[in-house]
């Protein structure tokens, strides 16, 4: 399970904040103008799938179930993706792609069947549904119940459909990027640039009798700038991501992001060797909650604890964090990049709170684990694609924001290390042991931010990390990133500034 | 239409819609996963699948493309896309295509034996796998075990005249248990993957390996910050293996994005150090008969007695360096370009064996676990979470957990100072036993 290296920082997560609360307020207001706005076929004729004839999903899902079974869907995808890569001032690449294909999935008890064809044709699915329906012989059979049109609200909106932009406009993106990045200081030798769109149309229909159908558009857009000074060499790391239209590069410009990684890139030439040993560590707000992801969300992903294996089995209702540690999870933020507004296995986002001031209070469960617990469904079942069934995955998941000045939370430590941004980490979800790279870190010295030091690993147990949290700042942020777990998916991850005392910082002198 | 006419076909295609050089790389693939959990199937996963990429130049310009659906209306729209993005892109004097028609001899990548095998046999493996795995008592609970299997043919035309194609298969099985003492929880995994489905080690010995694992880390003792000797267990050279792979990626070196990329010809590391790159090793799974974009593989010397040899090339870096490819071009699937990556990767083994080298240390650990991202290629630097055995004159002490272990990447490859005999050729990144003679622990 691991979270690619990845980083927002600064200007452009404030500007973030500001866009989606304008989101959320639309969606109040108009709903049914919302609903046309996300719709991005416009323009883009082959985008989207076709609906698709119900009669013919039933039969697939009636041959799913033909063996015995509890619960049976068909999930059809069509995911079109456009790639634009700058490297040293020139494209190195242009991706477009295609793919399509359609799972049939059959859960039967424990056991789970799948296959998959590229081929959406009622001939290849029922022969995908033939292949599933092998782990259900010799169980008790359900009558499917039949599928109509189902509807969900959606937390997405699309002012400039992908579709309908050039590819001229998200070359004039990366040009402006590149240039802001080299012109930020002689010492930054290249920019790399990486732009990334795509828009993926889903239809989910099940033996529970839903039929779903929806567009999800995604941009991510990612500036390394690389600089160096002859005695050292750093690279660093900026991205913006939502799943909206290209309007996203009008509240944020390209520039923006690629100063940003610009100046991390120039403020870690100097950078020191880091202490090494246990000491305190203060956290600034925005992607640095990939700690909680990783650390705490993914041993509260459901699976592991269905399978009674994962660290917080048997602890639901009790104090596991201290009190001023609150965790949600919410599919439903406007926009943003982990909003999903149902999941891949039809169920609707929703906030969950996961850890209230201390207490754990629910998991983040799909069908399966949802059964297996005898909990709600909370709609985190996803899915990278076609190719992968849905297993229980993050959204957008923060540490709630507390009552601290982030100023006097930095001011309090005498002595420790100030990280400004991760890369990304990892966890072992039985164990809940987790490891995070810095990618921009400096000395604390008398509660005042001093020396850059250079990346150090930062390693503890997710049950000591969220007990020794002792101070959550006012200042809540987010950052975009990928999740991985056997199967990738996007994800933002969030907190305010805090204070975590006692972590094991891997320097490379004492 | 066969696979191998169909790449030839679309190669005129893309020639016919506008391209002046074009390569088309089709990939079909099967595959096939079980997945048990208490002596119960959790999932069955079966699947085909195939896909083609399309790599078009115009004016020296390049664009790529790709698409799952073969239907001939969608793959002439997927090739315009191409072509379209390529008229926006930047002209590049090294965007060029291969000429070489070479094959390299490579025995045995292919196993027609494992589809025979029936699904029954296959589960009833991963069930046993599991139930080996647990009887130790000190194994309190099963993570899950499974089989794995997949087929895959890849096949390569070009305009220059190239058109190629091979086969491959693997099978793999693994497990996952769970050691539990008190209020401690530790996990330990084993798997095995083989070419040939009868290679396969035998499951009693996966099995210890996992249980061994779940169970060596209990009862840690803390230690302190402090310097000591560091002897690298073969599952966790990767952990350096890594870093020296990226920054010998020809590519990044020409960016100057590595941390070796002055270091050509010079000793960087101990003469201790010998790392080859081999893509002709039969019956392994980083074996091919030519790279990602249809160029022959060899075998490459890569670090001599510690020092630098050889950069690692596909056909744009190499053109761009006035070298020749070494046959790395590497490719994540048909919807992916050619990139740059090694085949079977490993560190030449030494005089000693294990036990004289844990013998001869008077003070350090043995690492057993490393997380992290290992040495960074651009800047050189190393830090990682660690876990081993203790070693206290010349013996093992007790286990230590939630340490962290840190250093320059060059200290720590000029560290080297002993090797072991005990290198297991059949991963695909290889070392055996070594030893660094001074790096940073963080500990109390």
């Known amino acids: ?510 | 239409m066969k696979n191998i006419d169909l790449t030839e076909k679309l190669v005129r295609k893309c020639m016919s819609l506008g391209a002046d050089a074009a390569e088309v790389f089709l990939e079909t693939n099967r595959s096939l996963s079980v997945n048990v959990l208490k002596s119960e199937i959790e999932t069955i996963e079966e699947a085909s699948s195939q896909g083609v990429g399309f790599r078009v130049f115009v004016d020296g310009k390049m664009g790529f493309s790709h698409c799952n659906d073969l239907s001939s209306r969608s793959l002439e729209d997927t090739i315009s896309r191409a072509i379209a993005f390529a008229r926006l892109s930047t002209p590049d004097e090294n965007n060029v295509l291969t000429y070489d028609k070479g094959f390299t001899a490579v025995a045995d990548l292919f196993d027609p034996g494992i589809t025979a095998e029936p699904m029954e046999k296959k589960i009833k493996m991963a069930i046993d796998l599991e139930n080996l795995a647990m009887r130790d008592p000190r194994i309190t609970k099963s993570a899950g075990a499974g089989y794995g299997e997949g087929e895959s043919g890849i096949f390569i035309g070009n305009s220059n005249g190239i058109l190629k194609t091979y086969k491959s298969s693997g099978c793999s099985i693994g497990v996952s248990v769970v050691a539990e003492k008190g209020d401690q929880k530790n996990t330990g995994g084993e798997y095995c993957t083989r070419v040939f489905f009868n290679d396969l080690k035998p499951l009693e010995e996966i099995a210890a390996v996992a249980s061994k694992k779940a169970v060596q880390l209990l009862d840690p003792v803390m230690i302190r910050t402090q310097k000591a000797v560091i002897i690298f267990d073969p599952d966790v050279a990767r952990a350096l293996l890594g870093g020296i792979i990226a920054g010998i990626n020809g590519e990044r070196v020409l960016q100057g994005a590595s941390f070796l990329k002055d270091q050509m010809n010079k000793q960087f590391a101990s003469e201790l150090l010998t790392i080859t790159d081999d893509g002709t090793r039969g019956k392994s799974r980083g074996s091919a008969p030519f790279d990602g974009e249809g160029v022959p593989t060899a075998r490459n010397v890569l670090v001599e007695n510690g020092v630098l040899k050889s950069f690692i090339y596909n056909e744009k870096a190499a053109k761009r360096a006035g070298v020749r490819s070494t046959g790395n071009a590497s490719r994540r699937g048909f919807s992916s370009l050619p990139g740059i990556g090694t085949h079977n990767v490993y560190v030449s083994k030494g005089e000693h064996t294990r036990n004289e080298i844990i013998a001869a240390t008077k003070k350090g650990l043995l690492l057993l676990e490393v997380t992290g991202y290992g040495i960074d290629p651009v800047s050189g630097n190393f830090s990682g979470g660690a876990g081993g055995l203790w070693v206290e004159n010349g013996e093992i002490v007790h286990p230590v957990k939630g340490i962290t272990i840190a250093g320059r990447a060059f200290d720590i490859l000029n560290g080297i100072d002993m090797v072991g005999n005990d290198l297991d050729m059949t991963r695909t990144n290889a070392a055996p036993t070594f030893r660094v003679a001074e790096m940073q622990i963080g500990g109390k």
Request: net charge neutral.
């Open chain 1, 1 to 510: 399970m691991k979270i690619e290296k990845i980083s927002v920082r600064d200007i452009p997560r404030r500007r973030f904040l500001e866009l989606s609360m304008k989101g959320g307020l639309l969606i109040a207001a108009t709903p049914a103008l919302l609903a046309r706005l996300t719709s991005c076929q416009r323009g883009s004729g082959r985008s989207s799938l076709p609906d698709m004839d119900k009669e013919m999903l039933s039969k697939v899902i009636a041959k799913a179930l033909e063996k015995g079974g509890d619960f049976a869907d068909v999930y059809i995808e069509n995911r079109i993706s456009r790639q634009i890569v700058m490297e040293e001032s020139k494209f190195k690449s242009g991706l477009y792609g295609i793919s399509q294909g359609a799972g049939v999935r059959v859960i039967s008890g424990n056991k789970t069947g799948y296959a998959y064809t590229d081929e959406i044709t009622g001939e290849k699915m029922m022969r995908a549904a033939e292949v599933a329906s092998y782990v259900a012989q010799n169980s008790a059979a359900t009558a499917p119940v039949s599928i109509s049109e189902t509807t969900r609200p959606s937390f997405v909106t699309v002012l400039q459909p992908l579709g309908e932009i050039a590819d001229e406009k998200r070359i004039e993106i990366i040009r402006r990027a590149d240039q802001a990045a080299l012109d930020y200081d002689p010492r930054i030798k290249m920019a790399m640039i990486d732009y990334y769109d795509e828009i993926r149309s889903r239809i989910i229909a099940n033996s529970e009798g839903i039929y779903l159908k929806d567009e999800l558009p995604l941009l991510f857009f990612i500036v390394q700038a690389m600089s160096d000074d002859g005695k050292a060499r750093h690279m660093a790391r900026e991205r913006l991501s939502n799943h909206s239209g290209f309007e996203m590069f009008e509240n944020v410009a390209p520039e923006t992001i690629a100063r940003n990684a610009a100046r991390e890139a120039i403020a870690m030439l100097d950078a020191e060797d880091a202490p090494a040993g246990i000491m305190d560590v203060v956290m600034q707000n925005g992607w640095g909650g990939v700690l909680v992801h990783e650390a705490v969300g993914h041993p509260l992903e459901a699976d592991n604890i269905a399978k009674g294996i994962g660290a917080f089995t048997g602890k639901m209702g009790q104090k596991v964090a201290s009190e001023c540690f609150t965790m949600v999870d919410d599919g439903t933020l406007p926009n943003f990049r982990g909003t999903i507004n149902f999941d891949d296995e039809g169920t609707p986002a929703q906030r969950n709170v996961l850890i209230e001031k201390g207490v754990l209070k629910g998991f983040m469960t799909d069908i399966l684990s949802a059964k297996q617990l005898d909990m709600a469904r909370t709609g985190n079942g996803r899915r990278e694609s076609f190719r992968y069934i849905p297993i229980p995955r993050m959204t957008n998941t923060y540490i709630e924001k507390g009552k601290d000045d982030p100023a006097d939370i930095l001011a309090s430590t005498p002595k420790g290390i100030y990280v400004q941004s991760l890369s990304g980490g990892s966890v072992n979800p039985v164990t809940g042991v987790f490891n995070f790279t810095c990618r921009e870190s400096y000395l604390i010295e008398n509660g005042k931010k001093t020396k850059p030091v250079k990346g150090a690993t930062l390693i503890g147990s997710c049950m000591d990390v969220i007990s020794n949290i002792d101070a959550v700042g006012n200042d809540l942020a987010f950052g975009p990133g990928i999740c991985g777990k056997g199967q990738s998916a996007e994800v933002t991850a969030g907190q305010p500034t805090v204070r975590i005392r006692g972590i094991n910082v891997g320097g490379s002198r004492a």
